[in-house]
């Protein structure tokens, strides 16, 4: 009487086990053609948005930029002026370059010739070991990055709705 009870224990849990076993491995199958489907339409949405090559130069200069102006922002903290001039030519020469990739709009002009002048005013500012003129002229900097780019940013917006 034992044995057969055993015996029954024994079939229920193989059965329990078996049909977890089945259970679990129907759900990575489902798992992976899930991703497989995820994977189909990330491809295709790369595609879809690869950058233009003109993009990904506008993105160099910029994160050139970026580089020219944490250098500015070193050369402030430690009092090197010759650190903050350069790097004030470095943003003149990458937003000169920077022009080039953008068609033909006023307003961006604008902003640029407004950066440009600002570079300058960075530039004389340090030749002249001008501490406190160079800060100024650094945050004026930073304020004509972000305005650029809120204009841009909303040209993007207008030209995504079209
Ligand atoms: C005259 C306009 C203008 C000015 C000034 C400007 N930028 Fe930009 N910036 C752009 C444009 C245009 C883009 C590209 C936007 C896009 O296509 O997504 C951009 C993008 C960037 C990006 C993103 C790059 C990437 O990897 O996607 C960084 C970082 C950046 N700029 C840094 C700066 C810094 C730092 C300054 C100031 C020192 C600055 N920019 C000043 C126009 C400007």
Redesign the pocket.
């Given at each position: 009487m034992q044995s057969v009870r055993n015996g029954i224990v024994l079939a229920l849990v193989c059965g329990v086990l078996f049909s977890a076993w089945v259970l679990s491995a129907t759900a990575e199958d489902d798992k992976a053609a899930k991703k497989d489907e995820k994977a189909a339409a990330q491809a295709k949405d790369d595609a879809d948005k690869k950058p233009a090559p003109k993009?990904v130069a506008?993105?160099l200069f910029?994160?050139k930029?970026?580089e020219?102006?944490q250098n500015i922002l070193e050369g402030l903290a430690v009092e090197d002026f010759d650190m903050i001039a350069t790097g004030a030519r470095q943003?003149k020469t990458t937003?000169a370059a920077?022009e080039f990739?953008?068609v033909n709009d006023p307003m961006?002009a604008q902003?640029?010739d407004?950066?440009r002048r600002i570079a300058d005013k960075l530039e004389k500012s340090a030749k002249e070991k001008r501490l406190d003129g160079a800060t100024l002229a650094y945050v004026d900097?930073?304020m004509?990055?972000v305005?650029?780019?809120k204009?841009?940013?909303n040209i993007?917006l207008a030209e995504k709705a079209k």
């Open positions: 993009k506008m993105k910029m994160r930029k970026l020219a102006s943003l937003s920077a990739m953008v961006y902003h640029a407004e950066f900097m930073t004509s990055c305005e650029c780019h204009f841009v940013r993007l």
